[in-house]
C-alpha cells in the first residue's frame, strides 16, 4: 500500500486534499521581492509637492527673520511634538499672518533639508526678488556714501551666506555677484546668512567686468582685495563711496576684473596659510570700512 507523504506544517482534509496552514493573527504579510527574498511593509512619508521654482527656508533663524521681514511664505512645516522656544513664536507669526502651518514627522523634514540641518522647521517661500545694475544704480543715489561687496567667483554656500551677514551687519547698500560661475540664492545660503538675505538686496549682473565699470562711473571707488598688494587695508581711505571686490578661495579675482578695481589692498598675513576665506576677508576690511567712519 503507497504511503502518503505529509509536509510539516500542511493539514490533510477530510477529502485527501491538502489545505494550506493558516496564517497567524497579529504577524505582518510577507511579499517576494525580485531577489526571491522575502521584505516586510514599512511606513514611508513622502515629501509634500513643492513648486520646483520656489526656494526653502531651512533653520529656525533664517524662517524666524523671513517671517519679520514680511518675505512672502507660501507655507510652513514644523516637527511633531516640538513646539517650543522660537518655534512657538514662528508659529504665532504665521498664524498671525495667515500662513497655513502643518504638523510633519521628522523624517519628512530630513528628506525636505537634504544636508542641511532644518532645527524643527522648513518654510516655503516667493523667489527673493534678484536686483538689477538699474536698481542697484537708484541704491547707490539715495544712500549717502554707499558700501557695496562685488563677489567673483564664490561658490561655496556657507562663504556666500556669511558674506550676506557681514553686509548686512556693515550697513552695506547691496551685494553683487555674478550669474555663472557662481553660487546663487540657495537654501544653503540663507542658512548660512541667518537670516540676513532677508535684508541685504542683492544684484545679479552677466557681466562682473562691465558692471564694475559701470559702478565706478556712478562715483564709486573699487578697491580689491588682493594678497600681492603692496598696500595694507588701513592705509587706504574708506570714508567714500567704496566697493569691496573678493575673489573665489584659490583662484582669487580673475585678472579681467582685477584690472577694473582703482587700487588693491592686502591684509597683513603673519602665518603659514597666505590666504584668508572670502568671508573672513570681507568682515575684516567692512569693518574697517565702519571704523573710519565712525572717527570721521
Do not use: C
Not at 524666524?64 to 507669526?93: K, P
Not at 560661475?181 to 545660503?189: D, P, Q, S, W
Amino acid at each position: 500500500m503507497a504511503k502518503t507523504s505529509i509536509k510539516r506544517g500542511d493539514k490533510k482534509s477530510r477529502g485527501g486534499q491538502k489545505t494550506e496552514r493558516p496564517q497567524r493573527a497579529g504577524r505582518p504579510s510577507r511579499r517576494p521581492t525580485a531577489l526571491g527574498r522575502d521584505t516586510r511593509e514599512t511606513k514611508r512619508y513622502d515629501a509634500p509637492p513643492i513648486e520646483a521654482q520656489e526656494p526653502l527656508i531651512i533653520g529656525r533663524h533664517p524662517v524666524l527673520e523671513a517671517l519679520r521681514a514680511g518675505r512672502a511664505i507660501t507655507r510652513i512645516w514644523v516637527q511633531t511634538g516640538l513646539l517650543e522656544g522660537s518655534l512657538r513664536e514662528i508659529v504665532g507669526l504665521a498664524r498671525d499672518a495667515h500662513i497655513a502651518v502643518n504638523t510633519v514627522p521628522k523624517v519628512l523634514l530630513d528628506r525636505m533639508a537634504e544636508t542641511v540641518p532644518h532645527q524643527g522647521v522648513i518654510a516655503q517661500a516667493a523667489l527673493k526678488p534678484v536686483l538689477s545694475l538699474d536698481d542697484l544704480e537708484a541704491l547707490i543715489r539715495g544712500v549717502s556714501n554707499p558700501l557695496i561687496y562685488v563677489l567673483d567667483g564664490i561658490q561655496d554656500p556657507q562663504n556666500l551666506g556669511a558674506i550676506l551677514r557681514v553686509a548686512d551687519a556693515t550697513g552695506a547698500a547691496a551685494v553683487v555677484i555674478p550669474e555663472r560661475g557662481a553660487v546663487g540664492l540657495t537654501a544653503a545660503v540663507g542658512k548660512a546668512s541667518a537670516g540676513a538675505i532677508e535684508y541685504v538686496p542683492v544684484v545679479r549682473v552677466t557681466n562682473l567686468s562691465a558692471a564694475l565699470q559701470k559702478i565706478k562711473s556712478w562715483g564709486v571707488f573699487v578697491y580689491a582685495a588682493d594678497p600681492a598688494a603692496e598696500r595694507l587695508y588701513t592705509a587706504v581711505d574708506w570714508r567714500g563711496a567704496v566697493a569691496v571686490l573678493i575673489g573665489a578661495e584659490g583662484r582669487g579675482i580673475r585678472p579681467l576684473v582685477k584690472s577694473r578695481a582703482d587700487d588693491v589692498v592686502r591684509l597683513p598675513m603673519f602665518g603659514h596659510v597666505n590666504s584668508l576665506n572670502a568671508a573672513t576677508a570681507a568682515a575684516v576690511l567692512g569693518f574697517e570700512v565702519v571704523r573710519q567712519r565712525s572717527q570721521s
